[in-house]
């Protein structure tokens, strides 16, 4: 069983930056993030494997990379141009198997207890 621990939310305005930690318990094959706003559906964001293969989410490509610290098991989502479209609950996730697409992220069976994001205007 792998524990997720999330840091790093806050409130910013449009067009600036965050970054957020991920903390785990224990080594995943694949790592990703999700994310909820109030009344919408959880929606990936984006996902990286052990080898380093990234995706992403249409919508955040081009201004959110994540990244992972295998020696450190912890991973990372740095969020640059935020939009207020991007206000969220952010959600750290792990599987270790499967496929490593975004659209799987909010299902993968380990996750942490969020951080909130909130972009004003």
């Known amino acids: 069983q792998v524990q997720l621990v999330e840091s790093g939310g806050g409130s910013v305005q449009a067009g600036g930056s965050l970054r957020l930690s991920c903390t785990a318990s224990?080594?995943?094959?694949?790592m990703g993030w999700f994310r909820q706003a109030p009344g919408k559906e959880r929606e990936g964001v984006a996902t990286?494997?052990?080898?380093?293969?990234?995706r992403y989410a249409d919508s955040v490509k081009g201004r959110f990379t994540i990244s992972r610290d295998n020696a450190r098991n912890t991973l990372y989502l740095q969020m640059n141009n935020l939009k207020p479209d991007d206000s969220a609950m952010y959600y750290c996730?792990?599987?270790?198997?499967?496929?490593?697409?975004?659209?799987?992220?909010?299902?993968?069976?380990?996750r942490g207890q969020g951080t909130q994001v909130t972009v004003s205007s």
């Open positions: 224990g080594s995943a094959y694949c």
């Open positions: 990286i494997d052990t080898d380093g293969r990234t």
């Open positions: 996730a792990a599987a270790a198997s499967g496929v490593c697409e975004v659209a799987w992220v909010p299902h993968f069976v380990y």
